[in-house]
């Protein structure tokens, strides 16, 4: 079955880009430190994508079980980030990364 | 030719949801454009014939990630609006290194026009029977690791979201 007609390889890896992109720029531009999270998860995801793409244009499987394995260690690091920053906000009373500044002189 | 419409449509629906994510004031709103950033990308999956890995990725990010953040930002109480204050220098340097991050990477871009799919092969590459084929036989080793990287991640959650227990003792 082929559905994909007039799709090339540079047009997934131009959208893998843009994502990764606005994930780089959102983690540096905001300081919510769950905004950052999200911003982490869609730099994962348009590496997935790239992943994926190539998996297609290969025709083999390897991509995307490489797809599986991110989705793994994301699922994890999802898990005990949000643990930190339950833990960050019971002492801190805030989820903003410069209020972190407790090692400063 | 339907295809590429949707291939457009589901690019700038990930793309405009992804801009969504950071700059709404709210993080619930931005929780759920990213999901919509996520349904976006799992439709891509479908297009790039990888049904299974659509299906994982729509229960693993839009069930259980994003409800995980939901939770968070419910007990944390975060769904105020707040008015953050970045200096206009790291603001300014932040558009910098994003935007030379984008020149490095779209000039890593080779120009040659490869169609995404140049190989004519028997089997579908996407469906679960290949995926578990590949996967416990060839990366069955990973596959273990995996299991104890959850176990690890689970202990690590729970005994970091417990209270301090030097504290509840006394």
Known sequence: ???????????????SIALFCIGIFGLLFRKNAIIMFMCVELMLNAVNIALVAF????????????????????????????????????????TDTDSLNQLKG | MLTEY?????????????????????????VLYLIMTFFAIAGHY???NAQFLAAVHIIVYAGAIMVLFLYVIMMLNLNSIEIEKRSSIVKLLAVVASGLMLVVLAGAVPHAEVLIQQKESATPAGMVEDLGIALYRNYLLPFELASILFLAAMVGAVYLSKKNLNETQN
Do not use: C
């Open chain 1, 1 to 15: 079955m082929e559905i994909l007609h007039n799709i090339y390889i540079q047009h997934y890896l131009a959208l």
């Open chain 1, 55 to 94: 998996s297609k244009m290969h025709g083999d499987t390897d991509g995307q079980i490489f797809v599986f394995f991110i989705m793994v260690v994301a699922a994890a690091e999802v898990a005990v980030g949000l643990a930190i920053l339950m833990m960050l906000y019971r002492n801190m009373h805030s």
């Open chain 2, 6 to 30: 949707a291939f457009w449509l589901l690019s700038f629906i990930a793309v405009f949801s992804g801009i969504a994510v950071i700059v709404s004031k709210n993080p619930v709103y931005s």
């Open chain 2, 46 to 48: 479908f297009l790039m």
